[in-house]
């Protein structure tokens, strides 16, 4: 060896005796030749990153001196490529072989489950009262709010990690109101608007389930875009919208990988990702095999913050629905309409500011929050109390818009269950005391459809299985359900209690009373009263809905109304023929006795004493009676 090369061996066994391998170094005299690359590496790693494991068994380290980031060691693009770069670094150019360094992760990862457990978080963490927003720069910034304000920090104070699908949060600028910034760039009620800002206020808070938003409204409301703008705002991506994972590894993947994401253009959600869902609101795990491993598992554990889009929210499950935020949009007139050129510049101006903003109030519902209390615990409770920390800050009344919303969310849903229908419908015929039956009896008394719908259960155990999914939704409109009794032996089937609420009964007989006056107000209306003793249509036929034309004069008979009108011509004419022929139009038929009042007659026939109207001068009798 020359001088030189002796002069690095000597270097690299001083520089693995002080990092504890000098096992290696004496193994590497006696064969008189230096370190291996291997043991270069971890040397490397050991004397500048702290090794550790996270909580679901997966190995990190951390720079001791740097930004409070964790690198994972496995993959290509965590801890293994920085050494890899430390290494070409100082030896000349030369880089180390991927054996070298697959040997060297498989040590430092022994080294890490040595160490104890740590939690690196994802964009979002908390230290003690205060809540740090990762930025995502390579320097390592962050966004620290507290009770008292918020602040820029060069350093975290908690540990992150990172992924390939994060970009940087910019920083944060009071620079106007950057709430009605956002509200410019979005279209929406002010309701609607107030629940929005609250659930990002939510959004920045790690450690309480947080509800799906969801943006709903037909073709044309900007969906899309509100859902990519929103969760841009939380937690920056180069996709921000997903479209739905085929399987519960590619879901896994998408979630562990970001804090906040959407799903796009949803339509009909599968039984598995809704339950995904639902756990990663909540924050359960999923058990998934290690990688290039058998038997070995790991622990996906996490809650996030989700978004989607929707056109029908009746696809969803009905468990599901009751973890759903609707947002109602507008259409947008062809007038309103902007390029997303526009709208992308207005946004990335306005982010900022509306981080600014929603600083602001995190920190006032932080400062407000432990002395808020509810009276009423919705299944979201956790959220339901940032709400209220938001309404007493603001002014506003969120609480309520968001118990709306969850009732629209779950009646809509039901109102996509052709047997959820049903048994509400069975329910409610029911009185006061409910139904008491095992899941064949119901499949039995609900009315069925003449073609059963694909949803439709087959057979009581699906019946029963249904039941127990719709139950939450069912309780949501006023519906309980108890499963909790048996029928007597030897069966001892399950037997399901629905009753209807006294507060859902009094709601239904309220609007079968509304129904009532509607269809009363339809009605044509009734026909004036006549005259007493007037002839009307009642014994006339044909004189429609109104009194005779003519009174009812002493010494005549109402016998019927052609006897009547042979009498009595609509006006007085002066030729014989009006008085035994009726043309068109004259007292004889409806048309003329329905328009006007008949003339009086100015005399009496001699003879029969009925009205007569002369047609010569002198006439005092009717030509029949003269000839009689």
């Not at 920190?363 to 929050?369: D, F, G, I, P, S």
């Not at 129904?515 to 004036?528: G, L």
Request: proline share 7%.
């Amino acid at each position: 060896m020359t001088d030189d090369e002796n002069t690095k061996a000597d270097q690299a066994r001083g520089f693995l005796s002080r990092n504890g391998l000098a096992d290696e170094v004496e193994a590497a005299s006696t064969k008189e030749r230096g370190p291996s690359q291997a043991s270069q590496l971890v040397a490397l790693a050991r004397e500048r990153y702290e090794l550790f494991m996270s909580e679901d068994g997966r190995p990190y380290g951390v720079k001791k001196e740097g930004a409070n980031i964790a690198l994972p060691l496995r993959g290509k693009a965590g801890l293994r490529s920085q050494l890899a770069l430390l290494y070409t670094d100082g030896h000349g150019g030369a880089a180390p072989s991927q054996s070298a360094l697959a040997d060297a992760m498989t040590v430092l990862e022994g080294a890490a489950q040595a160490a104890g457990p740590r939690v690196p978080h994802l964009r979002i963490g908390r230290d003690g009262d205060r809540i740090v927003i990762d930025r995502g720069t390579p320097a390592g910034e962050c966004v620290i709010v507290g009770p008292h304000g918020w602040e820029r920090s060069a350093k975290s104070p908690v540990l992150f990690r990172r992924s390939g699908a994060m970009k940087p949060l910019p920083e944060p600028i009071r620079d106007g109101d950057g709430l009605a910034k956002l509200r410019g760039l979005l279209n929406m009620s002010d309701e609607s608007f107030h629940l929005l800002v609250a659930w990002l206020v939510a959004a920045f808070i790690p450690d309480l389930p947080h509800p799906i938003l969801t943006f709903r409204g037909e073709q044309g409301t900007g969906k899309s875009y509100s859902a990519k703008m929103v969760i841009g705002i939380v937690d920056p991506s180069g996709a921000p919208k997903r479209t739905a994972p085929r399987d519960i590894k590619s879901w896994a993947t998408q979630a562990f990988n970001s804090w906040a994401l959407c799903i796009d253009n949803v339509s009909v959600i599968a039984d598995w990702l809704s339950d995904a869902l639902c756990r990663a609101v909540t924050g359960d795990g999923i058990v998934d095999r290690a990688l290039y491993t058998d038997d070995d598992v790991v622990v996906l554990e996490f809650r996030r913050v989700l978004a989607m889009t929707t056109i029908d929210a009746g696809a969803l499950a009905g468990d599901l629905a009751e973890r759903l935020l609707t947002i109602e949009l507008h259409t947008i007139p062809d007038r309103d309409r902007r390029e997303e050129a526009e709208l992308d510049e207005a946004y990335a101006d306005a982010h900022p500011s509306i981080l600014a903003s929603l600083f602001d109030l995190l920190a006032e519902v932080l400062k407000v929050l432990p002395d808020v209390k509810l009276t009423e615990r919705p299944r979201m409770a956790d959220f339901a109390r940032i709400l209220a920390a938001v309404d007493k800050v603001q002014g506003w009344s969120t609480v309520e818009t968001y118990k709306t919303t969850a009732r629209d969310a779950v009646a809509d849903v039901l109102d996509g269950e052709p047997f959820a229908q049903a048994v509400v419908a069975y329910v409610d015929q029911a009185g006061p005391e409910g139904v008491t039956l095992t899941a064949s009896e119901l499949l039995e008394s609900v009315p069925a459809p003449d073609k059963l719908p694909k949803r439709w259960p087959k057979d009581p155990t699906r019946a029963g299985g249904q039941l127990k999914r719709l139950a939450p939704a069912l309780r949501t409109i006023g519906i309980e359900v108890d499963d909790s009794k048996r029928g007597p032996k030897p069966k001892k089937q399950r037997l399901y209690t629905l009753t209807a609420t006294e507060e859902r009964r009094k709601a239904n007989e309220e609007q079968r009373r509304d129904d009532q006056s509607k269809r009363s107000e339809q009605r044509p209306p009734a026909s004036p009263a006549a005259p007493e003793g007037a002839l009307t249509s009642a014994n006339r036929g044909d004189a429609g809905e109104r009194a005779l034309a003519s009174p009812h004069l002493p010494g005549g008979t109402l016998g019927d109304a052609k006897g009547d009108a042979g009498l009595r011509v609509a006006s007085p004419h002066s030729t014989a023929s009006h008085l035994r022929k009726h043309g068109r139009g004259d007292a004889g038929n409806a048309g003329d006795a329905g328009m006007q009042l008949l003339s009086v007659p100015s005399s009496v026939c001699d003879v029969c004493g009925l009205p007569l109207v002369p047609i010569e001068d002198g006439q005092t009798a009717h030509p029949g009676c003269e000839a009689a």
